[in-house]
């Protein structure tokens, strides 16, 4: 049983051992991944480079320009400067401690999972010691809630972009200028895109061989590095002065910005099998290091230029505010296929952890049925939260708030204080691992409460992620037929959604300024 996290032991196995099968990586990796030479797999460092790189690049990174608009143009580049600082002195210290439990048990790695169990074995308190399980079950459970958000994210990362490139094909031009308002007639519901790509993730899960699924990584790195070449190519162009961008927001929506920050930094778990795969460990500080800085630098200039080249249109995903051209839209295309084909490699680490647990439990006769119906009924999970809560910016900021501060800001401080205090460590440590086990979960309190709070405020589901509601003097949930509309620039459509807080006389007014109107109704 692994608990690597994310797709790490996946995609690591592959290069080393790439024709080993899921099943075979699922049965044996109890007993070898704690005696694996770093050798055998052989990593150089610009191979580790890319792997740290590639583990911190997916979904997250698109709801930045959305994320710093929560937190303002000037806190949020800041604050996210803090979260990347703490989260990579996380990472360190979950590898002195690794170490330090490694040369003390005499084993050649020590997981995520297993650090914290053998840290708990060794306290001086008896009852951490003889629950000390527990903590390998709670990061467990922590990594399969964090990949099954990831994966439900996927979905309605995939479901938006494909409502929004199918509803606006009749609208789609060569000319790409910048999006004024977004020309959305819903033809089907979100929920029913999200249904129509689940028989073919279900297909793609089913695939257990590591050496595919590596295929399958490369395909998704290739589309993900051309679509982000595209996305900063635009994003740069003509951005406008930022004078009417407020610098801090409201205390409420930062709680939100803590949960995508948190969620964008996802290589916690990475950092220890990373390292157990270089061909030179002791290299390894100098490409987290490297690495990391160059993911914090990609995620400040991102979220800040997306969220000043779009204020205050700015979307849950950037990709949705990108102009209506057919250039555009294969970016989308490009990066939902790359998304695609990530959800098989996020799926991995979940279905290790279950699956094989599901299999002990029945005969040999029913073990392969039974792994298949653990992965389908997995993926219809993923699925319907994503149905059941199809807000892509809040679910992020909540697997965020939830799981990935506990995996990358609440647990590591924890554990060295753990593991080291028997060893005369210092009260500035102590204090300053306290700090930031506080600093975690008063964020993932306050941010998940925020999160579930704004998720059960009414909307309108259709239109939760994929549409850009027009600011032009009605409520969203008022459909207009618009004859003409010369205030909002907007183009003769059959049915047009609006969005504004104007009064009810406001709206009178905006009525017989357009001409036409039919079918008004007002809540």
């Known amino acids: ?108 790695f020590v997981n995520y999972g297993e650090a914290t169990m053998y840290s708990l074995e060794a306290s001086t308190n008896t009852w951490l010691r003889t629950h000390s399980v527990w903590g390998r079950y709670t990061v467990s459970f922590l990594l399969i809630i964090t990949q099954l958000g990831f994966c439900s994210v996927y979905f309605m990362f995939m479901a938006d972009n494909l409502q929004q490139m199918v509803e606006e094909a009749h609208v789609t031009t060569n000319n790409c200028q910048p999006r004024k308002s977004l020309l959305l007639t819903p033809i089907l519901d979100i929920r029913v895109y999200m249904l129509t790509i689940l028989p073919f993730l279900v297909l793609l899960v089913f695939i257990q061989n590591l050496k595919v699924l590596a295929f399958f990584s490369t395909l998704a790195n290739i589309t993900t590095l051309g679509s982000m070449a595209l996305i900063f190519e635009y994003i740069i162009q003509r951005i406008p002065y930022p ?177 080291f205090y028997s060893e005369d460590m210092s009260c500035v440590t102590i204090a300053k691992d306290i700090m930031i086990s506080i600093m975690g979960l008063l964020g993932c309190i306050f941010g998940t409460y925020q999160a579930i709070y704004d998720l059960t405020q009414p909307v309108n589901l259709s239109m939760a992620n994929s549409t850009d509601y027009r600011h032009c003097g009605l409520n969203k949930r008022n459909w207009l037929k618009v004859a003409e509309f010369p205030s909002c620039n907007i183009t003769p459509v059959p049915m047009v959604r609006c969005q504004t807080t104007t009064s009810r006389g406001d709206v009178k007014q905006l009525r017989r300024h357009a001409g036409e109107w039919r079918g008004v109704p007002f809540h």
Not at 14 to 21: E, R
Not at 301 to 311: D, I, N, P, R, V
């Open 1 to 108: 049983m692994s608990f690597l996290g994310r797709d790490y032991s996946s995609e690591l196995d592959a290069l080393g051992h790439g024709s080993k099968s899921l099943s075979e990586s699922s049965s044996s990796s109890t007993t070898s991944e704690s005696d694996r030479p770093a050798e055998e797999a052989g990593l150089s460092l610009p191979q580790t480079l890319i792997h740290l790189l590639k583990c911190n690049i997916g979904t997250g990174l698109l709801g930045l320009p959305l994320a710093i608009k929560n937190a303002g143009l000037l806190v949020g580049p800041i604050s996210m400067l803090a979260i990347g600082v703490l989260t990579v002195h996380c990472m360190v210290i979950l590898l002195n401690c690794s170490q330090h439990l490694s040369q003390k048990l005499q084993k050649t």
């Open 243 to 419: 004078s009417d961008l407020p610098l801090m927001a409201n205390w409420k929506t930062f709680l939100l910005f803590f949960g995508t920050a948190i969620f964008t930094f996802e290589g916690v778990g990475m950092v220890l099998p990373l390292k157990n795969q270089m061909k030179d460990p002791q290299q390894f500080s100098f490409v987290l290091y490297l690495g990391m800085s160059l993911v914090i630098s990609l995620y400040i200039c991102l979220g800040t230029l997306g969220y000043m080249k779009f204020g205050s249109d700015t979307q849950a995903s950037i990709t949705l505010n990108l102009p209506n051209c057919w250039l555009y839209q294969s970016v989308k295309l490009m990066y939902s296929i790359g998304i695609f084909f990530t959800y098989a490699l996020q799926f991995h680490v979940p279905a290790e952890i279950i699956i094989p647990f599901a299999i002990s439990q029945v005969s040999e006769n029913w073990a392969l049925f039974v792994d298949l119906s653990v992965r389908t009924g997995l993926v219809c999970l993923t699925c319907v939260s994503a149905i059941l809560i199809p807000r892509l910016d809040l679910v992020i900021s909540l697997v965020g708030s939830v799981s990935s501060s506990a995996l990358a800001l609440i647990i590591p401080p924890l554990l060295e204080i753990i593991t």
